[in-house]
């Protein structure tokens, strides 16, 4: 069965205090890892796809990268507008196009 | 910039009542996904659409679900006789390609 497992649960940094967020995962083989963010009481909101192993992406103060078996999520010197949940989906080879979700990190970045 | 979206954003119904959750994919995607949260634990799949017709589903979405794309431009998920259970969030999502979807703002749907 495919897992996808995110940590820390929660996380509280100061602004300014750099730090990577984990998505380790199994699957029999990977077609895409997603990371999302998303607010309280609002949808996820897309923020990157990584295909295969040692690609990253990167978008303001996010960094995204990719091994053979997890993820992070590397956040620079972060604002309070970074608060959010962060979701791990990770799309395995195979008959379905269905991603399995991460239970995410809570991010709180304090002023 | 193109986005899902979806109404009501809140839904209150009592027990066995049917409500239809409705969502405008984006325009050009072709795949399109119902999920559902419940406060405080993961995104769920239940159902995903393509070519007009259901491509996956999940054991969540039993025979109190439908989905219809009654024309070129809504989607929508219907519970025939609502639980108390299924009182979540529910968020519509659309891809193009069948990889990276785009989440709706969600309805919240309370059962009462």
């Known amino acids: 069965e495919d897992q996808v497992t995110q940590s820390p649960e929660a996380l509280r940094l100061q602004e300014g205090e750099s730090s990577s967020l984990n998505c380790s995962y199994t699957v029999s083989g990977l077609r895409g890892l997603f990371w999302y963010r998303q607010d309280p009481g609002k949808g996820p909101e897309f923020l990157f796809t990584?295909?295969?192993a040692g690609e990253e992406k990167e978008k303001e103060r996010l960094k995204a990268t990719l091994t053979k078996k997890e993820s992070f999520l590397h956040i620079t010197a972060p604002k309070p507008e970074d608060s959010a949940t962060y979701l791990c989906?990770?799309?395995?080879?195979?008959?379905?196009?269905?991603?399995?979700f991460g239970r995410g990190t809570s991010l709180i970045v304090h002023p | 910039e193109p986005e899902v979206t979806q109404t009501p954003s809140h839904q209150v119904t009592q027990m066995g009542q049917e409500v239809i959750l409705r969502c405008v994919p984006i325009s050009n995607h072709l795949y399109f996904y119902w999920y559902r949260q419940i406060l405080g634990q993961k995104v769920e799949f239940l159902v995903s659409f393509y070519n007009n017709e259901i491509s996956e589903k999940s054991e969540i979405f039993d025979d109190q679900f439908s989905v219809e794309r009654p024309d070129g431009s809504n989607f929508t998920l219907k519970i025939r006789s609502t639980k108390l259970e299924d009182s979540a969030m529910y968020f519509c999502?659309?891809?193009?390609?069948?990889?990276?979807?785009?989440f709706g703002p969600g309805t919240r749907l309370t059962v009462t």
């Open positions: 999502a659309s891809s193009v390609d069948g990889y990276e979807q785009y």
């Open positions: 989906a990770v799309l395995a080879s195979g008959g379905s196009y269905i991603p399995t």
């Open positions: 990584l295909y295969s």
